[in-house]
Structures are given as structure tokens and as C-alpha cells.
């Protein structure tokens, strides 16, 4: 098993475990990622918009067989005026878990982050998954108390913007 960046032949793999991830976290009824859309966004935009780790066991006709994935991107600059690093999906497929896949894709983020300069890893787990809460503890995260993550739905994006507030 190595951890390595995503490749464009990694793209169809890669997107099978996202939409594992948003059955698993009971948001498939919004997902709309395509292929093509993985590859404008990781490939084609400089910078792209995304970067992503995967563990993958490479395979004897040069293939490889991706286990897991963590998707990424960098905020530039925050109030300590250093990056962070922002986990946007780590999932490891059920035949790749228990062999500390998890632990290696978190590990690759904090290379990367080290090696980028950035203050900060963060990243979101819902309440409900205790699993990957206890996961996260053992690697020394903390849950951060203090912040509530908020959001605005398309619509209400929409209902914003189209709001006369002179």
C-alpha cells in the first residue's frame, strides 16, 4: 500500500468512494459530482481546486486499487498569517479497513501541511460518528467547542443576493 497524490486514471476509484462517503454520511440525494468535474477541478485548474491523497496497492499490470481517499484544498491566509490546511473528505473503503490506512492519509496531510508552511489542520466529522471522532482523538485532535459552522443553502445563497437591503 503506498499514499500518493491522485492521478487521472485514479478519477473513477475516486469517485466511487465519494459516493460511498455520501451514502455513509446521508448526503446522496445532493450529489452531483462527475468524472469530468474531478478532473477540472484537480486537473485542469491552476491551481486546482482540490488536492487528494489516496492509498492505493498497486497492482502487477500497473493498475492500482484505490482503498482510500482524503481530499484537501489550502486557505492561503488566516489571522495567524499562515495557511491551513483543510480536510474536506478522508474515507477509507470498508476492504481497506483496520490497516491504519486512515492513520497514513492523516499523516500525508500533515506532511503536506508541514512542508507548506500552513499553522493549522482543520476539518469536520458529524456528531453522530463516533467512530471517526474517537479516530481523530487518537491522532490528538480536539473537537473546537468554541465554533459553529453555519451555511447557506443554494436557495438561500440565491434569496441573499437577490435581497433589496438599500
Same mark, same amino acid.
Given at each position: @500500500?503506498?499514499?500518493?497524490?491522485?492521478?487521472?486514471?485514479?478519477? +473513477?476509484?475516486?469517485?466511487?468512494? @465519494?459516493?460511498?462517503?455520501? *451514502? #455513509?454520511?446521508? &448526503?446522496? $440525494?445532493?450529489?452531483? =459530482?462527475?468524472?469530468? $468535474?474531478?478532473?477540472?477541478?484537480?486537473?485542469?485548474?491552476?491551481?486546482?481546486? #482540490?488536492?487528494?491523497?489516496?492509498?492505493?496497492? +498497486?497492482?502487477?499490470?500497473?493498475?492500482?486499487?484505490? #482503498?482510500?481517499?482524503?481530499?484537501?484544498? =489550502? *486557505?492561503?491566509?488566516?489571522?495567524?498569517?499562515?495557511?491551513?490546511?483543510?480536510?474536506?473528505?478522508? #474515507?477509507?473503503?470498508?476492504?481497506?479497513?483496520?490497516?491504519?490506512?486512515?492513520?497514513?492519509?492523516?499523516?500525508?496531510?500533515?506532511?503536506?501541511?508541514?512542508?507548506?508552511?500552513?499553522?493549522?489542520?482543520?476539518?469536520?466529522?458529524? $456528531?453522530?460518528?463516533?467512530?471517526?471522532?474517537?479516530? &481523530?482523538?487518537?491522532?490528538?485532535?480536539?473537537?473546537? +467547542?468554541?465554533?459553529?459552522?453555519?451555511?447557506?443553502?443554494?436557495?438561500?445563497?440565491?434569496?441573499?443576493?437577490?435581497?433589496?437591503?438599500?
Amino acid at each position: @500500500m503506498v499514499i500518493r497524490k491522485l492521478t487521472e486514471p485514479d478519477i +473513477p476509484q475516486v469517485l466511487a468512494l @465519494m459516493k460511498e462517503l455520501a *451514502i #455513509f454520511e446521508q &448526503y446522496i $440525494d445532493v450529489f452531483a =459530482i462527475t468524472e469530468a $468535474d474531478v478532473r477540472e477541478h484537480g486537473f485542469q485548474r491552476s491551481p486546482p481546486t #482540490f488536492s487528494c491523497f489516496v492509498a492505493a496497492e +498497486p497492482q502487477p499490470d500497473g493498475t492500482s486499487v484505490i #482503498f482510500g481517499m482524503l481530499v484537501y484544498y =489550502i *486557505i492561503p491566509y488566516t489571522a495567524t498569517a499562515t495557511p491551513t490546511l483543510f480536510i474536506k473528505e478522508l #474515507f477509507v473503503d470498508a476492504r481497506g479497513r483496520g490497516q491504519g490506512i486512515g492513520t497514513w492519509l492523516m499523516q500525508a496531510a500533515a506532511q503536506e501541511a508541514r512542508r507548506l508552511g500552513c499553522g493549522a489542520i482543520k476539518w469536520q466529522v458529524a $456528531d453522530w460518528n463516533t467512530e471517526g471522532r474517537q479516530f &481523530y482523538e487518537k491522532l490528538g485532535a480536539q473537537a473546537n +467547542p468554541t465554533w459553529i459552522d453555519y451555511a447557506l443553502s443554494a436557495e438561500a445563497i440565491q434569496a441573499l443576493a437577490d435581497r433589496d437591503s438599500r
